[in-house]
T-cell receptor, first 119, second 112 residues
Framework: GAVVSQHPSWVICKSGTSVKIECRSL??????MFWYRQFPKQSLMLMAT?????????EQGVEKDKFLINHASLTLSTLTVTSAHPEDSSFYIC???????????????FGPGTRLTVT | GENVEQHPSTLSVQEGDSAVIKCTYS??????FPWYKQELGKGPQLIID?????GEKKDQRIAVTLNKTAKHFSLHITETQPEDSAVYFC???????????FGAGTRLFVKA
């Protein structure tokens, strides 16, 4: 299957600072990338959909000024958690959608996740 | 919008037995149904998927069935092994939409 990388895999930061997480599709071009947040023992919560060259679409309840998303190229999307607080501590996972084939929706591949701890 | 329900939430089986996880969806427009395996501390891994134009798909020990009339699909794992222990998520999406809706997950334990 296709490979999606995420960096860093874990990060610890102090309250009030900003953290940037990178998501890359290594062997395919992804016009659409997604950012999820996952709490322990829970399902994936979609935060936003990121389309290359346009503004991200945020899900209801997700603060776009706090979670800045940039999809600058077909292989890179970044999530910046601004002015992080302890309640932002979580497992953040990105995914990239493989280009569609004909009318079929492309498969979605996930990165390995980034564990953010805000102290 | 789409809603995906997944059962059971926890499943414990003996090594070598089969495991079945079931999901139902609400949006009849959904036509793509992937299954993901997530190990502790890792991102979900796509293990198999099925599109609405087929009723069953198999890949070695795993198989997925789809009943479009009843709007449910299932994951079958045969000859389970301890390394199959993980959380499994079903999902549903449709070609015209951007979102993939995930089930709540099933925690599978395979006892040696």
């Amino acid at each position: 299957g296709a490979v999606v990388s995420q960096h860093p895999s874990w990060v610890i930061c102090k309250s009030g600072t900003s953290v940037k997480i990178e998501c890359r599709s290594l062997d395919f071009q992804a016009t659409t990338m997604f950012w999820y947040r996952q709490f322990p023992k829970q399902s994936l919560m979609l935060m936003a959909t990121s389309n290359e060259g346009s503004k991200a679409t945020y899900e209801q309840g997700v603060e776009k000024d706090k979670f800045l998303i940039n999809h600058a190229s077909l292989t890179l999307s970044t999530l910046t958690v601004t002015s992080a607080h302890p309640e932002d501590s979580s497992f953040y996972i990105c995914s990239a959608r493989y280009p569609p084939s004909g009318r079929a929706l492309g498969e979605q591949y996930f990165g390995p996740g980034t564990r953010l701890t805000v102290t | 919008g789409e809603n995906v329900e997944q059962h059971p939430s926890t499943l414990s089986v003996q090594e070598g037995d089969s495991a079945v996880i079931k999901c139902t969806y609400s949006d009849s427009a959904s036509n793509y149904f992937p299954w993901y395996k997530q190990e502790l501390g890792k991102g979900p891994q796509l293990i198999i998927d099925i599109r609405s134009n087929v009723g069953e798909k198999k890949d070695q020990r795993i198989a997925v069935t789809l009943n479009k009339t009843a709007k449910h699909f299932s994951l079958h794992i045969t000859e389970t092994q301890p390394e199959d222990s993980a959380v499994y998520f079903c999902a549903a999406s449709e070609t015209g939409g951007f979102k993939t809706i995930f089930g709540a997950g099933t925690r599978l334990f395979v006892k040696a």
